[in-house]
């Protein structure tokens, strides 16, 4: 492995104005940590990786490499370009078990992240290095978001995750609260009432978008976003059919063929496969097959009915009529993006939204009531990490900025009352414990 990542780094030419760092979207000096590297500088070249990007390690794995910093190589022109998705990974996995730092010293502020997601993950790591008292609430029982319930295994696999709670979280003081749902029991207010004087809202997109058609419900019908959560609590059986041809897609049409399916078809409205050409050549080498230019008419117990497409003059894609053909099947799995699905703002005041529900921010996540900031999915749409990433670097020096300016909270400044005496019990189980 070692001597394969030093001669891919031994092909960098070390460009004067890097196209690769331009084609990035958080603009990893790439030519630097290849430097540092080749000269035997790995801790130094591991350090620069994740001051820059705190989730370098998940980035090496499931960034849209060919069209970011390897499709911007200027070697790519003529050969095959520097492949520094290897190189990032052997780097970060290898530096980071030398993270190993407790917490920064406490500035008496604290601020609270909602969504463990990719953005929420960078902002609470970020500013916990400045020493803020970091709490990071998900409705979900382990860190990751989409990194871990929508994208599967074989790409991502949990370890890196469990591995960054470990290392960004647990040793640097950060505070994880699962399975709890903001907007339910608790609200924001409640948060700010405890003393949070910023909150940064990165609660994703989990609402599946519907097609619309007769035999969404039926038994054997799922959608992508449930599928990939938990792939092994469905019986699809061996014939499944895919709906839509993006990333999610192909990802559901691979988890698939992983968990017993025998024949596997993605199906899509034109001639155009949206998924990087990256994820869907993988795809068709493991024997998806693809069914183009159709519309998805109606799900039945037996298959899906599918009929040609047409591009009407105003834009709209319309099946043909008496087009209809019948498309045996087993399972289905609609894969046509998210929305977003959140108590959060209904259960909060002053918090603006646009027409497609998400959040309307500024270009610093600032949201319109004071101290709520937000970014990623929930104000985006479905976007890619390190995109989720970059925007969370910007939103997390707006958050420390704005509290900068406010006085130090007092709310956590408790009266001073009787302490509780010591129960007999609790001498006993101290005793009991050491």
Known sequence: MALHVMEEANRCLGCKKPR?????????????????????????????????????????????????????????????????????NYISTTYANQMVKGPAKSNGRKAAVIGAGPAGLTIAIILARYGYQMTI??????????????????????????DMAYRHLELKGIQFRPNTYIGSALTIDDLFRDGYQSIFVGAGLWKPNRLHIRGESLGHVTFAINYLASPKAFRLGERIMVIGTGNSAMDCARTAIRNGAKYVSCVNLTETITASQYESSYAKLEGVEFIMNKCTVEIRDDGVVL?????????????????????PCTGVIIAVSQGAESNIVTSTKGIGTNNRGLLTVDADGHTSRPGVFAAGDATSGARTVVEAVANGKRVAEAMHEYMQGLPLATTTDYPDIPVAPTTEASVLAEQVLG
């Open 20 to 88: 690769c760092q331009e084609g990035c979207p958080i603009h990893t000096n790439i030519p630097e940590v290849i430097r540092l590297l080749k000269s035997g500088k790995l801790n130094e070249a591991g350090w620069m990786l994740f001051e820059n990007n705190p989730l370098t390690t998940v980035c090496s794995l499931v960034c849209n490499h060919e069209g970011q910093c390897e499709g911007h190589c200027v070697r790519g022109i003529k050969e095959a370009p520097v492949h520094f998705s290897i190189i990032e």
């Open 137 to 162: 609430f998900d409705s979900r029982d382990k860190i990751g978001g989409v990194l871990r319930y929508g994208i599967p295994d074989f790409r991502l696999p949990d370890d890196v995750l469990d």
């Open 307 to 327: 009929a040609d497409s047409r591009v009407e003059e105003d834009g709209k894609i319309v099946p043909v009529p008496g087009t209809e053909m019948l498309y």
